[in-house]
Nanobody, 122 residues
Framework: DVQLVESGGGTVQPGGSLTLSCTAS????????MAWFRQSPGKERENVAH??????FVDDSVKGRFTTSQDNAKDTIYLQLNDLQPEDTGTYYC??????????????????WGQGTQVTVS
């Protein structure tokens, strides 16, 4: 079975930083697109970054403050959140699309979701 487990959320003051991690199991050796989404209170789940085919994409809404990276040996991706603001508050989810699609920035193509980790900025 494929499982995604996020960690690293918490409460920080505005301007603070957090590093989120997502470790995938059941995906070793499989081609996959990995993504980070967030869902703020009252809003739809939105993509903030994704990694596909050796490339990293960060949404314009968070570019310059958020970065993402991967450790293929550990099947783990990271999301570095810098200069956090109250509007960044929400639940952050890791997601994956298996295979050659490369479309994991779109919710409809996600095959598996993590349970989410809460980020609160106040």
């Amino acid at each position: 079975d494929v499982q995604l487990v996020e960690s690293g959320g918490g409460t920080v003051q505005p301007g603070g930083s957090l590093t989120l991690s997502c470790t995938a199991s059941g995906v070793t050796g499989r081609r996959k697109c990995m993504a980070w989404f967030r869902q703020s209170p009252g809003k739809e789940r939105e993509n903030v970054a994704h990694l596909w085919d050796g490339h990293i994409f960060v949404d314009d809404s968070v570019k310059g403050r958020f970065t993402t990276s991967q450790d293929n040996a550990k099947d783990t991706i990271y999301l570095q959140l810098n200069d956090l603001q109250p509007e960044d508050t929400g639940t952050y989810y890791c997601a994956t699309q298996l295979g050659a699609g490369g479309g994991c920035r779109l919710r409809q193509f996600v095959d598996y979701w993590g349970q989410g980790t809460q980020v609160t900025v106040s």
